[in-house]
């Protein structure tokens, strides 16, 4: 059975910093590419950044020079270092990865970041 498990979500006060964690147990082959989404209510999941298998990693505009993704392949493990967060960074975090043989993609259940102004 595949299992994403997310930690490191919570409450944080604006310009604070928070580190995401997510484990992967269960996914068969090698992982591809790690990433994290985010989604707010009423709004579509969108790619935060993402790593692949060689480390080229890319983030989008809102989180670029803020956030940083890493990975440990041995441990089937994605990171997100946030810094200098923002009331706009408040979501649920998802974390994904990619079976790099098959293509399935697999997604944490989420863990809640909230920035307070």
């Known amino acids: 059975q595949v299992q994403l498990v997310e930690s490191g979500g919570g409450l944080v006060q604006a310009g604070g910093s928070l580190r995401l964690s997510c484990a992967a147990s269960?996914?068969?082959?090698?992982?591809?590419?790690m990433a994290w989404y985010r989604q707010v209510p009423e709004k579509a999941r969108e790619l935060v950044a993402q790593i692949e298998i060689g480390g080229s990693s890319n983030y989008s505009n809102s989180v670029k020079g803020r956030f940083t993704i890493s990975r440990d392949n041995a441990k089937k493990s994605v990171y997100l270092e946030m810094n200098s967060l923002t009331p706009d960074d408040t979501a649920v975090y998802y974390c994904?990865?990619?079976?790099?043989?098959?293509?399935?993609?697999?997604w944490g259940e989420g863990t809640q970041v909230t920035v307070s102004s």
């Open positions: 269960g996914i068969p082959g090698r992982i591809g590419a």
């Open positions: 994904s990865m990619k079976n790099d043989w098959s293509g399935a993609r697999y």
